[in-house]
């Protein structure tokens, strides 16, 4: 299975909370994320432990210039962005080199696989959750 690792531990709680739904990564990244892919969503360091979050499905793979990137984008990659400026700052801390509006990154969203959710009818019958 393919892993969408995260570098820092600020992320833990937004991903386990379901408030950051997609990572934006610099350079072209489609030969490596696929729509509809499986992926383990994990936190660490390289040649370090790595704590896994949860499993998850590739919704969307979109290329594109930073320029570009919707406040939308640059929300659901962290919740408390929304301007390039706040972007651009954030991958030059991450990757360690200057960041332009005209740079390439690849938007990569996903959605929790959530192993036994409750069904409708069971919600409709207070089954398996909380009584009211």
Same mark, same amino acid.
């Given at each position: 299975?393919?892993?969408?690792?995260?570098?820092?531990?600020?992320?833990?709680?937004?991903?386990?909370?379901? &408030?950051?739904?997609?990572? @934006?990564?610099?350079?072209?990244?489609?030969?490596?994320? =696929?729509?509809?892919?499986?992926?383990? $969503? %994990?936190?660490?360091?390289?040649?370090?432990?790595?704590?896994?979050?949860?499993?998850?499905?590739?919704?969307?793979?979109?290329?594109?210039?930073?320029?570009?990137?919707?406040?939308?984008?640059?929300?659901?990659?962290?919740?408390?962005?929304? &301007?390039?400026?706040?972007? @651009?700052?954030?991958?030059?801390?991450?990757?360690?080199? =200057?960041?332009?509006?005209?740079?390439? $990154? %690849?938007?990569?969203?996903?959605?929790?696989?959530?192993?036994?959710?409750?069904?409708?009818?069971?919600?409709?019958?207070?089954?398996?959750?909380?009584?009211?």
């Amino acid at each position: 299975m393919q892993v969408l690792n995260f570098y820092s531990t600020i992320f833990a709680d937004q991903l386990k909370r379901g &408030r950051k739904t997609a990572t @934006i990564r610099l350079g072209d990244k489609s030969h490596k994320y =696929k729509k509809n892919q499986a992926v383990m $969503v %994990t936190i660490g360091y390289q040649h370090s432990p790595r704590e896994k979050i949860f499993d998850a499905v590739i919704d969307q793979v979109e290329v594109k210039r930073v320029r570009e990137l919707t406040p939308r984008d640059i929300e659901h990659d962290n919740p408390e962005f929304r &301007r390039h400026e706040e972007m @651009i700052h954030f991958l030059e801390q991450i990757y360690g080199k =200057k960041v332009t509006m005209e740079d390439i $990154v %690849t938007v990569v969203r996903f959605s929790q696989i959530i192993v036994h959710p409750p069904s409708f009818t069971d919600a409709r019958l207070g089954i398996g959750g909380a009584q009211n």
